[in-house]
């Protein structure tokens, strides 16, 4: 008789920020040339690709079981705030991220009475998002995406 287990658990946390925050920004953009810009962005980007597996083998009696869980809990941000920001062409706020998860579990059995199985679990969670708050902001063009 023989048993066996396998488990594999993939965390990606944590956050991604770009801000502007209580500052000010090209106070004299009166002398700036045409193609001045301020561009805030955040970007994150995260992939994973993980597995888990079992095998059971036995004359008589055996069992096996295998498990893989994949968990995304990331916030991305592009803020200013509490600022004064100015630009002769454009200030800009982007925010964006992608994920991609891919997991793949494999169960196999050999011998009578043998009994295996494999699960997997995938989970991602999380914001995006593109904002200016409580700020003054003299430009040709305001941009926000997120």
């Known amino acids: 008789m023989g048993q066996g287990g396998t488990a594999a658990v993939n965390l990606l946390l944590g956050s991604t920020k770009a801000y502007i925050d ?5 106070k004299g953009a009166g002398q700036a040339g045409d193609t001045q810009a301020v ?5 994150d980007i995260a992939h994973n690709y993980g597995g888990g597996g079992t095998l059971g083998a036995g004359l008589i009696y055996g069992g096996g079981a295998g498990a ?5 809990a990331r916030d ?4 200013i705030t509490d600022s004064t920001v100015s ?4 200030v800009d706020i982007g925010a964006f991220s992608a994920r991609k998860l891919i997991t793949v579990v494999v169960s196999g059995s ?8 494999a699960s997997a679990v995938d989970i991602s969670k999380g914001s ?10 003299t430009t040709g ?3 926000s995406d997120g």
């Open 22 to 26: 209580e500052t000010q920004i090209n």
């Open 39 to 43: 561009y805030v962005r955040a970007v």
């Open 68 to 72: 893989a869980a994949d968990v995304f």
């Open 76 to 79: 991305t941000e592009a803020y």
């Open 87 to 90: 630009s002769k062409r454009a």
């Open 110 to 117: 050999v011998g009578a009475g043998i009994l295996t199985g």
């Open 128 to 137: 995006t998002k593109a904002y200016l708050k409580s700020s003054t902001v």
């Open 141 to 143: 063009d305001l941009h």
